[in-house]
């Protein structure tokens, strides 16, 4: 296994790859990470399912994400890895755990690529009726595959405006929206409370889908423990994105959500039909609302594009640097892991066919197997954290520069909300597929891991 002794510069496990990564990029990348097409258009489901009680959905679930993110944190500065939580996973219990959560995580980066080239096409192909959408994924794909294998800065600088427009956008969002909330935007009326008074309209289930929506929303917010690695000062760089995580989701999730359920009433056909954040500024007036949000959420859904790429190689990368996948994706060359990032397009661009070729069958159920891959994912961050801090303590405290917050109370009480979002999971027929195909892949992974880990003794 890789040695994890630090040097200098910098204190990473992952000395062939560039460092090529500024303070800038990896602010920025951590800012908007948080911003997602899920929060732009998905949302809108959780709200008509939950009403204005969304925002207890989002607060409760950004929660959670906070004390993850705070313990991938404290493992990340200890131990800078472009695997993260894979190479975590592994420290704490063997190479069977990283393989399982590495491998996993991996599969879930490359579909959601697809995914993302598919609904950034739909927008293009909007624009521009009769043009293929499958063309329009093809050229997304390739601009970002040759990003990509490049260099890590070309993905640093993408990132960096890419969420630099994403947070323009939803700030801008959020001061109008007070604004007429306060009743001081011209030609608007506060609406007061006046769509808060159903507070719950569809009870507890209701308020349980919203919830179970919130929760998968927050994905991507790993990237920035990813990048780290890749950073002049990953230690610093980690430190600083996780002791900003929780007023950004406060802000951007909760916050926005707020201004929504207040501006909107819960129930409009808009908010799903066009998307919470269009109703909310058609509601004001606001001229060309829908095709400006359009454009924030290409913009979205191309940045998703670009970041999981890079994550997937790296995760990829990682993996191989540990022994735990075939050598070739391990290759480097000008500190970029360029076959690593031919494969993860690949399969995104796989996984596209797919949903042309067998949208009904073998797609479905990629989709379905991919479904919890982030809860597992939260799981093996917790587990992994409540062993290695020990180990921390007793063997290297210097490098506990980020904390767990009332260790190791916290940990568990994190692994009590995974514990209950998997019940609710159970509870709902349409997630409760998801929960088992997922499950299965786990378990399969697992297995295939541990023959792995039997078959190549650790080094």
């Known amino acids: 296994m890789p040695s994890t002794t630090t040097g200098t510069p910098p204190s990473t496990d992952d000395a062939s790859l560039s460092h090529g990564l500024k303070q800038r990029h990896l602010s920025m990348i951590a800012l908007g990470g948080v911003i997602g097409a899920g929060l732009f258009v998905g949302s809108g489901a959780g709200i008509a399912a939950a009403g204005p009680s969304i925002v207890v959905a989002y607060a409760l679930s950004g929660l959670l994400v906070m004390l993850v993110m705070r313990m991938l944190g404290e493992m990340s500065a200890a131990h800078p890895s472009s695997g993260s939580f894979s190479a975590h996973a592994e420290r704490a219990f063997g190479p069977w755990a990283g393989f399982t959560v590495g491998w996993a995580f991996w599969v879930l980066l490359c579909t959601a690529v697809g995914l993302e080239g598919i609904g950034a096409a739909k927008i293009v192909s909007g624009w521009l009726p009769g043009t293929p959408e499958w063309a329009w994924v093809a050229l997304f794909m390739v601009v970002f595959c040759g990003t990509n294998l490049a260099a890590v800065k070309n993905f640093g600088e993408f990132e960096f405006w890419f969420a630099a427009l994403k947070v323009g956008a939803i700030t801008l969002f959020l001061v109008l929206g007070v604004l007429a909330i306060a009743g001081v935007l011209p030609g608007t009326d506060s609406p007061g409370a006046s769509h808060l008074t159903d507070f719950m309209p569809n009870g507890g289930e209701g308020l349980v889908i919203g919830l179970l929506a919130s929760v998968f929303a927050y994905g991507g917010l790993e990237t920035v423990t990813i990048a780290a690695a890749e950073s002049e000062n990953p230690v610093k760089g980690v430190a600083s994105a996780v002791r900003t995580a929780m007023w950004r989701i406060a802000l951007f999730y909760v916050g926005s959500m707020a201004v929504i359920v207040t501006l909107v009433p819960w129930d409009s056909k808009e908010v799903v039909e066009n998307g919470p954040y269009v109703a909310a500024l058609d509601q004001l007036g606001i001229p060309g609302a829908g095709q400006l949000m359009n454009v924030v959420v290409l913009v979205a859904l191309l940045s998703a594009m670009n970041a999981n790429v890079y994550g997937a190689s790296r995760i990829g990368y990682s993996l191989v640097e540990r022994g735990q996948g075939p050598k070739v994706l391990g290759r480097v060359s000008g500190g970029v892991p360029r076959i690593a990032v031919l494969a993860s397009s690949v399969f995104g661009f796989l996984c596209v066919l ?106």
Do not use: C, H
């Open 354 to 459: 797919l949903s042309y070729w067998r949208p009904d069958d073998v797609f479905a159920w990629l989709l379905n197997m991919i479904g919890a891959v982030i809860l597992v994912v939260w799981i093996f961050i917790a587990v992994s954290q409540l062993r290695l801090r020990r180990r921390l303590e007793r063997e290297t405290p210097e490098k506990l520069v980020v904390r767990m917050w009332a260790f190791p109370w916290l940990t568990w009480v994190a692994l009590a909300g995974m514990a209950a979002v998997f019940v609710l999971m159970a509870r709902e027929p349409d997630t409760r597929v998801q929960l088992y195909s997922t499950g299965a892949m786990t378990l399969v992974l697992a297995a295939v891991g541990y023959a792995w880990q039997k078959a190549r003794p650790r080094r």
